[in-house]
C-alpha cells in the first residue's frame, strides 16, 4: 500500500469539493478554483469531510498512479485555501528587477532588459530591487515561472551572481590564482 496514497485529505472549511464524472474534480474555496481531470482506473470517494483514494490493484501503474492523484488533490486543496509562494534573489552588481504592469523586467547583465508577461494565474511581486516573489494557487504553474525566471540568469559558482531560489545554497568554487 502507498504511504502517501492510504493517507485520507482533510477538507477545511470553505472549501468545496465535488467529484464528477471519469474523476473530474473541482476544488472551490477563497482563494480561487481548480479543475482536473484525473486517471480514470483510480477510485475517490468523499466520506464526510475527507476525501479517500484507493486504487483497484496492485499493479505496477495503479500503485504508481495512487500516491501521485492523492497528491495532486491534496495540493489542490493546499492552493485555494492557502495559496503557494516561490521567492527568488538577485544578486550581482547592477543587477535589478521591477514591475511594470503586468511585466516583470529584469536587467541582469544582458546587453538589454529582459521583460517577461506574467502568466495567467500567477501574480509577481517585487520588493525592493533584488526579491522577486511569485504567487498563485497551483503548485505546478508558479514553480513552473519561478523556475523560468530563474533560468534568465542562473547563479554562477565564482561570484555568485545571477538569480536563486531564496532557500537555494550555491556551492562556491575558488577562482584563478596567478603566480
Given at each position: 500500500?502507498?504511504?502517501?496514497?492510504?493517507?485520507?485529505i482533510e477538507i477545511p472549511g470553505g472549501v468545496e469539493v465535488t467529484i464528477g464524472q471519469e474523476n473530474h474534480i473541482t476544488v472551490k474555496g477563497p482563494l480561487g478554483k481548480m479543475e482536473r481531470r484525473m486517471h480514470k482506473d483510480i477510485i475517490i470517494t468523499k466520506e464526510d469531510s475527507k476525501i479517500i483514494v484507493n486504487r483497484p490493484s496492485d499493479n505496477k501503474f495503479h500503485k504508481s498512479l495512487h500516491g501521485l492523484t492523492r497528491s495532486l488533490i491534496a495540493n489542490m486543496v493546499e492552493g485555494v485555501t492557502k495559496g503557494y509562494q516561490k521567492t527568488l534573489e538577485i544578486n550581482g552588481v547592477g543587477y535589478r528587477a521591477q514591475k511594470q504592469g503586468k511585466k516583470l523586467v529584469l536587467n541582469v547583465g544582458y546587453s538589454h532588459p529582459v521583460e517577461m508577461a506574467d502568466p495567467e494565474g500567477i501574480t509577481v511581486e517585487v520588493e525592493g530591487t533584488n526579491k522577486v516573489m511569485v504567487k498563485g494557487i497551483d503548485k505546478q504553474k508558479v514553480g513552473n515561472y519561478a523556475a523560468i525566471i530563474r533560468s534568465v540568469r542562473e547563479p554562477e559558482p565564482y561570484k555568485g551572481k545571477g538569480i536563486k531560489?531564496?532557500?537555494?545554497?550555491?556551492?562556491?568554487k575558488v577562482g584563478k590564482t596567478g603566480k
Open positions: 500500500m502507498s504511504r502517501i496514497g492510504k493517507l485520507p531560489y531564496s532557500d537555494e545554497h550555491i556551492r562556491r
